[in-house]
């Protein structure tokens, strides 16, 4: 057992507390009277069906009849199930590609948008606004916008000499569609940069301007350790968002079944819905949501214990 | 003292959070029922919640449901349309809705299998309902040896739509459509066309366009379908179902997947609008349901279409074939968890009377399963939708065969249709593989 050294200097357990009077137990009783409305929300909401799912992950569940327990089954049949490791393959594709290419084009934007320039304002509204346009009307317009037959993007890379590809129905093309309508709502991501950019010394800036650094080099070797602190939360969160994809995809299929075309746009999250909504089996659908749990959060800590190689803190 | 204040203040605190986080049902109960008399039979129930996955027209449907009420007194709040995914939960929880109508009767096996449902002979008994004025195919498909486990309510079929205007300048008769699948294939030869650089202006069929592959009208015209006809066996490799997969993949191997993707991609979701390709002369023909023939499409966003409807033809050696279809569509359920059973049986039973059968099919242009209320003259002065009842009521009609892994099954289905289709696959290999999948799932479901 360890030990606590008392103020008196004495060794005693448990560890001698100071004493409350009359006004600190209240504070205490009302303080946790303002936490009661949060803490049966999180008992309820948050942790009861943890621990459910939990459970069920370990059996075949039967809404109206007992568990049936099953042990290590559902976790097992994964490794058999080639929609499991497809839609994990797809998912894996999003974070590894779209969610770089978004920190990079936002990081870009944040830049442009902070340069002291006549409507600089105006340019960080016009940048900010699709992020507020709500996810499923985003993704319509992206299916016109889309659209092999008409549509904007395709047309502007016929104007190039470029034949346009089948962003919808080609399995090939599908994601890199979605990643690029996932870019066209990163003013959150550009809006944490540009406060990022804000702290960047201007004392710095300016000495490596003094010895001669271009602006290639001041961004490169100031700007980016600088705000090196921002990549990372805006990596985690971007990683986490990634792995759990779910309304674009849902509504890019348009008509066709989830998944299409061909299954390249089956992510994760889908495949899970699908499992536990549409199929009904909620203990399969549980074991992949506790699995998802575990690899978002070993790329969480595997993020943060690389981030000392490449994350400075000026403080 | 104080101790007390601060027990009850939490107990009342508590109360709060939880009534305004667990979506207080306070609509959806029996208020009248639950105060004036607590502990009344649950015959004498003053409000039914009818839950109803399909409804453009909320309204209307309330309004249908309001002449209940003024027949017997019993409120009838109706909650249209309801969100596949609210279904699952809505049956589980501890007040399921009165009467659940589903938009088809894919997951009635799976949600009977789980207790969801209620076995409906009872209270087909008790509400006094007629089974023999059902078409026999709707009734069928909710059917499980013995059991009952859904009733039709208005149902679908489908048939071929062509567009006379483009037949004509194809030089085609306009007011004959082809007479065998094989005929079928040779007019969409004629009413395709192709620039010079490869481009496809126009389609003559498309075989998975819209309504035409769900359920499988070609697995039928072959013969076959993907499960036996006792729903026990899978049968996703047998020879009518490669046959119908192969038939349907000429139409995209001819003129290349890749180009005729990259046509019907562009039409985007336009189903219900008048960008819709069958009405802008870029699809001569294809198959879809008997509402296209109501006031709510073609009339509505096409007056001037010229088109035509006929039974989708059978194979050149199968004449006997003709008028094959699968039936499927909206079924009533009632939840097992439901407190009032008897009066949801009475309601059922009024929904299942020919006049309200005729009232509400009529509105929606589906397919009326009451064969009484099929003669109302809504249903039959409109030429175009006769062909869909006498279809349905053709000894070829077939009900859908649903097993508890069908919604499974048909997911998977579409990807080896998508590969076989679009990409041009060997169809043989995928058929084996999807069936060595799905064998050992179908029986382990129907253990």
């Known amino acids: 057992m360890e030990e606590h050294r008392s103020s008196g200097g004495k060794f005693s357990w448990p560890p001698r507390l100071p004493k409350w009077g009359l006004r600190d137990r209240t504070n205490f009783r009302i303080g946790m009277l303002f936490l009661l409305p949060w803490t049966i929300g999180f008992l309820v909401f948050t942790l009861y069906p943890m621990v459910a799912s939990l459970v069920y992950s370990f059996s075949i569940y039967h809404s109206r009849a007992p568990l049936e327990w099953v042990g290590l089954q559902n976790y097992a049949d994964m490794l058999k199930d080639d929609l499991f490791w497809k839609s994990l393959s797809n998912t894996l594709y999003m974070v590894a590609i779209g969610v770089p290419l978004t920190l990079l084009a936002s990081f870009l934007c944040a830049v442009l948008l902070n340069l002291k320039v006549r409507g600089q304002a105006f340019y960080r509204v016009v940048y900010f606004l699709p992020s ?26 016929h104007q190039v000499g470029i034949d346009g590809p089948n962003w919808m129905s080609n399995p090939l093309w599908a994601k890199p569609g979605l990643i690029i309508l996932g870019m066209w709502g990163m003013g959150g991501t550009i809006v944490i940069y540009l406060s990022g950019l804000q702290d960047v010394p201007l004392s710095l800036l300016e000495s490596a301007e003094l010895d001669g650094a271009s602006w290639w080099q001041r961004l490169w070797n100031v700007t980016v350790p600088m705000v090196s602190p921002i990549t990372l939360f805006n990596l985690i969160t971007g990683v986490i ?5 779910f309304a674009q995809a849902y509504v890019f299929r348009g008509s066709h079944g989830l998944g299409y075309p061909l299954n390249s746009t089956l992510f994760y999250s889908v495949y ?26 070993v790329c969480t800590l595997l993020l943060l214990k690389i981030s000392d190689r490449f994350t400075y803190y000026a403080g | 003292m104080k101790k007390i204040h601060a027990v009850i203040a939490i107990i009342i605190l508590a109360g709060m959070v939880l009534s305004a986080c667990g979506g207080a049902p306070a609509a959806t109960q029996a208020p009248a029922a639950a105060t004036e008399a607590p502990a009344q039979p649950a015959a004498d129930a003053k409000v039914l919640r009818v839950w109803i996955q399909w409804g453009d027209n909320p309204q209307q449907i309330q309004a249908l449901f309001d002449k ?20 699952l939960p809505a049956l589980t929880g501890s007040e399921p809705p ?14 009977h299998k789980e207790k969801l449902v209620a076995e409906l002979t009872e209270i087909v008994k008790t509400g006094g309902i007629d089974l ?14 013995d059991q009952i486990l859904c009733l039709p309510w208005g149902t679908d079929v489908y048939a071929l739509f062509w567009n006379k205007d483009m037949f004509e300048a194809a030089g085609l008769d306009p007011n004959t459509p082809p007479k065998t699948m094989e005929e079928l294939v040779q007019f969409s030869e004629k009413l395709t066309k192709v620039s010079a650089d490869g481009t496809i202006e126009q389609v003559g069929f498309l075989p998975d366009q819209a309504w035409s592959h769900s359920p499988d009208i070609y697995l039928r015209m072959y013969g076959g379908f993907w499960f036996s006809e006792d729903a026990t066996k899978l049968t996703a490799n047998s020879q009518p179902v490669l046959d119908a997969l192969q038939w349907q993949q000429q139409f995209y191997t001819k003129y290349g997947a890749d180009k005729m993707l990259a046509f019907s991609s562009g039409w985007g979701d336009a189903y219900m609008s008048a960008d819709y390709p069958f009405y802008t002369g870029k699809l001569a023909m294809y198959v879809d349901g008997e509402w296209m023939t109501g006031p709510n499409f073609i009339s509505k966003f096409k007056p001037e279409a010229s088109y035509g409807v006929a039974a989708f033809p059978p194979p050149a050696d199968h004449p006997e074939r003709a008028s094959t279809a699968t039936v499927s569509g909206t079924v009533v359920v009632v939840p097992e968890g439901g407190q009032n059973k008897d009066a949801a049986a009475k309601l059922l039973a009024w929904m299942m009377s020919p006049a309200v059968v005729a009232e509400e099919f009529c509105f929606n242009a589906n397919l009326p399963t009451s064969k009484k209320a099929a003669e109302d003259k809504c249903f039959t002065e409109n030429p175009k939708f006769k062909v869909f009842l006498d279809i349905m009521a053709s000894p070829n009609a077939k009900p859908i065969i649903t097993t508890p892994v069908s919604l499974e099954f048909i997911d998977a289905w579409g990807v080896v249709e998508e590969q076989v289709l679009h990409t041009g696959a060997d169809p043989k290999p995928l058929l084996d593989q999807l069936q060595a999948d799905f064998e050992p799932k179908l029986a382990d479901a129907l253990k």
């Open chain 1, 241 to 245: 968002a990634m792995f759990q994809y």
């Open chain 2, 68 to 87: 209940y009420t003024a027949l017997s007194g019993v409120k009838v709040e109706v909650t249209a349309p309801v969100e596949p995914e609210k279904l």
């Open chain 2, 98 to 111: 009165d009467i659940l109508v589903l938009s088809g009767g894919d997951l009635v096996k799976s949600y």
């Open chain 2, 132 to 145: 023999t004025d059902f078409y026999p195919a709707p009734l069928a498909a909710c059917q499980s040896g």
């Open chain 1, 272 to 297: 899970l819905y699908q499992n536990g909504f549409l199929w009904l089996k909620m203990g399969y659908a549980s074991a992949l949501a506790w699995v998802l749990f575990i690899i978002i959060l």
């Open chain 1, 132 to 157: 507020i346009v709500p996810t499923v009307a985003s993704t319509i317009l992206w299916l016109w916008i889309l659209n092999p037959q008409g549509g904007i993007l395709n047309t502007l890379l």
